[in-house]
């Protein structure tokens, strides 16, 4: 997502998004630019924040993810990843990442422009204390079914959770990664965080 405000001229943030298309679990990193080693950083800073592995990355096309360097990263052996792409031009291939990028982002920062080192470092702040809300404590629906009868379309939604409750409920997902996201929402509370949100 560019913060450009309105002008392209010049340098601005960007916000590498991240979400989890099962569990709905999700991260942001402000970066300076869209240069591969920031997007680098930002992968790294996700994969120590979630609890559980990266195990698929499925990125769009632009010239930030499809390169040289995002395929060496997902090939490291340390930690390998597989890597998928959007087709050009179809928005609909990234619709969970599109939704979220309005969602978690926009609603939350604007549309105003943001290119200083202390903006970077307070929308990474941000993203962090709101990031522990929105994973752990704010719910949501899922889409189970959409069905079309003539010009009418009908969805059904799930009951609503939170990212966290959703890998909780998650039949495979290793009880040690359970145990430690149980640990850290304990240990937080949603009504000072939501006071650092304002704050920030």
């Known amino acids: 997502v560019g913060h450009d405000g309105g002008r392209l001229a010049g340098d601005c943030s960007f916000t590498l998004c991240l979400t989890d298309v099962c569990t709905g679990w999700t991260e942001r990193y402000a970066m300076q630019n869209r240069a591969f080693k920031w997007v680098h950083t930002g992968l790294d800073v996700f994969r120590s924040a979630i609890p559980f592995p990266i195990v698929q990355l499925h990125p769009d096309g632009g010239s930030e993810f499809i390169n040289?360097?995002?395929?060496?990263?997902c090939k490291n052996p340390d930690h390998p990843i597989e890597l998928t792409r959007s087709r050009a031009g179809k928005k609909n291939d990234n619709c969970y990442i599109e939704q979220k990028n309005f969602d978690t982002v926009r609603k939350l920062v604007g549309y105003a422009r943001y290119s200083t080192q202390e903006m970077l470092i307070t929308l990474n702040e941000l993203y962090r204390v709101h990031g522990l809300l929105i994973n752990y404590f704010y719910p949501?629906?899922?889409?189970?079914?959409?069905?079309?009868?003539?010009s009418k379309v009908t969805k059904r939604y799930d009951a609503p959770q939170s990212p966290a409750d959703r890998l909780l409920a998650n039949p495979h997902v290793p009880a040690h990664i359970k145990k430690t996201t149980q640990a850290v929402r304990a240990s937080l509370n949603p009504v000072h965080l939501a006071g650092e949100v304002q704050r920030l």
Do not use: D, P, V, W
Request: aromatic share 6%.
């Open 68 to 73: 040289h360097g995002l395929i060496a990263y």
């Open 140 to 150: 949501s629906q899922k889409l189970i079914e959409k069905t079309r009868i003539g």
